[in-house]
């Protein structure tokens, strides 16, 4: 496969996204633009997750914009405090829910409790008000879902095998799981863990195999 093929291949997988640099703050603000009219309020960390929610919902006949849900990628974790906070009584108007890795758990758990949201103590309780949480993170959760050969098969097929192999030829990450190996590959660049978000979601659903958190949340913004 030729540079030429793997930038349009790459370009489709990103098709409809701002892929450039400060590409998260942007989608904020147009997330945000859309709060006021909304029927409900979908929090995730950063834009590989609004990317992979957005692939679920359309995988499942969803249509967010007429059915007023918006995804809003808040800028990280330790944004949520602030956002419940800037969102007001608003909050207690709209479906909230949302999604976080496990290590940013606690501060979503906290953040519920001092927005007044709810009393979360358990992983079920955060379910309970709409908050699912990856383990140990959505990438992670995808890889799982899709399995290391199929993973290997996609990378092949949009060009970046060689890549991958490199990677696993590198000291640090010689001899290690290979889904370990294939996260650390993800998160090696913005765009490729953009584009892998759309990819691998579209890759889980074709195996019915959606990781949870994703599969919940969805039905849970209905």
């Given at each position: 496969?030729?540079?030429?093929?793997?930038?349009?291949?790459?370009?489709?997988?990103?098709?409809?996204?701002?892929?450039?640099?400060?590409?998260?703050?942007?989608?904020?603000?147009?997330?945000?633009?859309?709060i006021d009219g909304a029927a409900a309020l979908v929090l995730v960390e950063?834009?590989?997750?609004?990317?992979?929610?957005?692939?679920?919902?359309?995988?499942?006949?969803?249509?967010?914009?007429?059915?007023?849900?918006?995804?809003?990628p808040i800028g990280g974790a330790h944004a949520i405090g602030r956002f419940l906070t800037e969102l007001g009584p608003l909050a207690a108007k709209v479906r909230l829910s949302g999604l976080c890795d496990v290590r940013e758990e606690e501060i979503f758990r906290r953040a519920l409790v001092a927005a007044g949201l709810g009393s979360p103590r358990t992983r079920a309780d955060m379910a309970g008000l709409g908050f699912e949480v990856c383990v140990d993170d959505l990438e992670e959760e995808l890889i799982r879902a899709v399995g290391a050969a199929q993973v290997e098969a996609l990378f092949e097929s949009q060009g970046d095998l060689g890549?991958?192999?490199?990677?696993?030829?590198?000291?640090?990450?010689?001899?290690?799981?290979?889904?370990r190996q294939m996260w650390r590959f993800l998160r090696a660049g913005s765009r490729r863990n953009l584009r892998y978000a759309r990819l691998l979601t579209e890759a889980a659903m074709s195996r019915d195999a959606l990781p949870r958190p994703l599969a919940a949340l969805v039905g849970e913004a209905a």
């Open positions: 496969m030729d540079l030429a093929q793997r930038r349009e291949l790459a370009r489709r997988a990103l098709d409809g996204y701002d892929s450039g640099p400060d590409a998260t703050t942007r989608a904020l603000a147009g997330a945000q633009a859309k950063g834009l590989s997750d609004q990317i992979a929610l957005e692939t679920a919902a359309a995988g499942l006949g969803r249509d967010l914009e007429a059915e007023r849900v918006v995804i809003v890549s991958f192999r490199s990677l696993q030829s590198q000291p640090a990450w010689r001899g290690q799981d290979a889904e």
